[in-house]
Structures are given as structure tokens and as C-alpha cells.
């Protein structure tokens, strides 16, 4: 049997953190600590561990800070490269857009990662996974949190669906040709999903597990106590 290689992993950090300002006017959100470690540390231990060897970080807002704390990625097992984007940065599929020279061969799907939250999901499955034929992406799921009015998408046999109760956990699995025909430049991920969940061509899978979305300064807060029991 052949030996699938890692796919190549994205941490999403070009974000402003508004919501946690005044924090983020000196400091990016990925680097605030959680259990005396950086979020976007948590992340790149849990990926090299899971078998990832090469990650592509994107910035926008105070990235040579994250550049500084996380080098070429020696300290973590891996090799980092960075995807600088311009002041106010290019939105999700956009940042992607312009990375995907860094994160795939054209065919090869990648992982996703955002870098403001805080899970012990086990990204070894997601490292090696194969999308079946014609699929595009691959989500990962959680509950609902109390903070949000409403979920972002449904679950109906192991499709993912545009309408239901469970919210995306920013983790994800895509195929580069989700974004077929894209230029670098501002863009927002949800439409390309929404368009490719119309058409059946999205999984995903619900985790039940450990799951912080770190938006707000309360919310850091709770995490941090929460690591410290």
C-alpha cells in the first residue's frame, strides 16, 4: 500500500482582532497565550504531530511579530513559510488564493487552520485525508456555542449542508480547484462554500471535543482559566 505524504497546512492569522483590542494594538491575535503557549503555537505542535511537516502562516496586522516568535519554524518540527498580505488583508479565500503556490501542486488538497482558536482536535486525519472524487472541501463542525444566535451550517449524510445548527470550527480540508478561476486578491471563503455545498461537493464531520473561538477578551480570559484548572 502506498504511503500518503502529509497534505501541507495553512494557519489563518492576517486578522485585526478588533474585538480584542486594546490587546491587539500591540500584539496579533495568534500570539496571545493560552496555557503559557502562543495560539498559533498550539497549532503547529498539534500539526507536527500529527504527521505535518510544511505550513504557510499569512499576516496582515503586525506580522513581523509573528514572523519574529515563529521563525522558519525549527522550534516546532516544521518548516514555515509566510504569506504577507497587504493592511487590512485579504479575507479568508483571498488570503488563500494567493498562498496557493506555497500550499499545493494544483491537485493536492491542503489543511486550514484559523489561528484564533483554541481545540485538541486531532488533526491526524485531516493530514492524510483523501477528498472522495468531485468533493471540494471538507469541514469540521462543533456545537453551537452559547455566544452565537445561530449555527452556520447543517450535517445530512455526511454532506454539509448551507442551513443547520452547527457551527465551523475554522477547520478545514480543500481542494485547490474550490477556487478555479480566482485572482489574489479581497475575498470571503463562505460563498465559495455555500456554492460548492449547493452542488453536494462538501463533507464534513461534527467534533464534540475541546473548542474555543478566541474573539473577545472575555473569552481569552475563559480559556486561560480554563487551562489553569
Known amino acids: 500500500m502506498a504511503v500518503v505524504a502529509p497534505h ?33 503555537e498550539h497549532h503547529l ?22 514572523e519574529a516568535k515563529l521563525g522558519a519554524g525549527d522550534a516546532y518540527g516544521l518548516q514555515i513559510q509566510y504569506s504577507p498580505e497587504p493592511e487590512g488583508g485579504l479575507e479568508t479565500a483571498g488570503g488563500i488564493v494567493q498562498a496557493l503556490p506555497k500550499l499545493t501542486d494544483g491537485s493536492t488538497p491542503f489543511l486550514v487552520v484559523n489561528g484564533d482558536v483554541l481545540t485538541d482536535y486531532d488533526f491526524a486525519g485531516l493530514a492524510k485525508m483523501a477528498l472522495p472524487d468531485g468533493v471540494l472541501a471538507h469541514l469540521v463542525l462543533v456545537p453551537t456555542p452559547a455566544f ?16 443547520g445548527g452547527w457551527t465551523f470550527a475554522g477547520i478545514s480540508v480543500l481542494h485547490p480547484s474550490l477556487f478555479a478561476g480566482l485572482t489574489p486578491g479581497f475575498e470571503p471563503l463562505a460563498p465559495l462554500l455555500r456554492q460548492a455545498m449547493a452542488a453536494g461537493k462538501v463533507t464534513g464531520e461534527v ?23
Open 148 to 163: 452565537k444566535a445561530a449555527g452556520d451550517f447543517g450535517l445530512e449524510d455526511g454532506r454539509v449542508v448551507a442551513e
Open 8 to 40: 501541507k497546512a495553512m494557519i489563518l492569522a492576517a486578522g485585526r482582532g478588533n474585538r480584542l483590542r486594546p490587546l491587539t494594538d500591540v500584539l496579533p491575535k495568534p500570539l496571545m497565550e493560552v496555557g503559557g503557549q502562543a495560539l498559533i
Open 207 to 229: 467534533y464534540f471535543g475541546l473548542w474555543d473561538d478566541i474573539g473577545t477578551v472575555e473569552r481569552l480570559e475563559a480559556a486561560r482559566r480554563h487551562y489553569q484548572k
Open 45 to 66: 505542535l498539534d500539526l507536527a504531530r500529527a504527521g505535518v511537516t510544511d505550513v504557510v502562516v499569512n499576516h496582515a496586522w503586525l506580522g513581523e511579530k509573528i
